[in-house]
T-cell receptor, first 112, second 115 residues
Framework: SQKIEQNSEALNIQEGKTATLTCNYTNYSPAYLQWYRQDPGRGPVFLLLIRENEKEKRKERLKVTFDTTLKQSLFHITASQPADSATYLCARRGNRDDKIIFGKGTRLHILP | NAGVMQNPRHLVRRRGQEARLRCSPM?????VYWYRQLPEEGLKFMVYLQKENIIDESGMPKERFSAEFPKEGPSILRIQQVVRGDSAAYFC?????????????FGPGTRLTVL
């Protein structure tokens, strides 16, 4: 079965540095991967989608990569700020499935 | 344009009672998804509905759980005879019709506590 694996340990990054989060998947490459942000007590908020034929996607201070050889996506936040502290979820949908399969998320703490 | 609405935000039930969770999708959205998030776990897909139809319920337990999305009114996730293991946050997401990769927008969730 398809799995999305994220490092569930919290990641502490100094303010101003680049935070890099990792998402690995198993079996065949999904049509695309998505990244969400989730704050405590709230629902996930969509951030970025990257397709398997795209190597990189950017949005303001966010950058996502998709490496089908490594079966991995990296999520970068440059010039990180304390307000970036949250749990970040990686998710996939298959070519035919409509449901989203989420990883457990990585908690990011940006230290002032 | 209001986002996805869920109510109640918090629900406490005793074992054996029924829980009803409501989801009002965004205006113009005809596709609704329910997800469950257990403590320290990721979100797990439960069911996907379009108006008056269940499209995919592969993630929903066969017993005690049911979902509907009537022609009028919100989508309802119903859990009968709740047990402690049903305690979780339940999220609803909606999207507009069209391509399946149209963005899903999530509601704030309902936190169910079973005593």
């Amino acid at each position: 079965s398809q799995k999305i694996e994220q490092n569930s340990e919290a990641l502490n990054i100094q303010e101003g540095k680049t935070a890099t989060l990792t998402c690995n998947y198993t079996n065949y490459s999904p049509a695309y991967l998505q990244w969400y942000r989730q704050d405590p007590g709230r629902g996930p908020v969509f951030l970025l989608l990257i397709r398997e034929n795209e190597k990189e996607k950017r949005k303001e201070r966010l950058k996502v990569t998709f490496d089908t050889t490594l079966k991995q996506s990296l999520f970068h936040i440059t010039a990180s700020q304390p307000a970036d502290s949250a749990t970040y979820l990686c998710a996939r949908r298959g070519n035919r499935d409509d449901k989203i399969i989420f990883g457990k998320g990585t908690r990011l703490h940006i230290l002032p | 344009n209001a986002g996805v609405m869920q109510n109640p935000r918090h629900l406490v039930r005793r074992r054996g009672q029924e829980a009803r969770l409501r989801c009002s999708p965004m205006k113009g959205h005809s596709h609704v998804y329910w997800y469950r998030q257990l403590p320290e776990e990721g979100l797990k897909f439960m069911v996907y509905l379009q108006k008056e139809n269940i499209i995919d319920e592969s993630g929903m337990p066969k017993e005690r759980f049911s979902a509907e999305f009537p022609k009028e009114g919100p989508s309802i996730l119903r859990i009968q005879q709740v047990v402690r293991g049903d305690s979780a946050a339940y999220f609803c997401a909606s999207r507009r019709a069209g391509l399946a990769d149209n963005e899903q927008f999530f509601g704030p969730g309902t936190r169910l506590t079973v005593l």
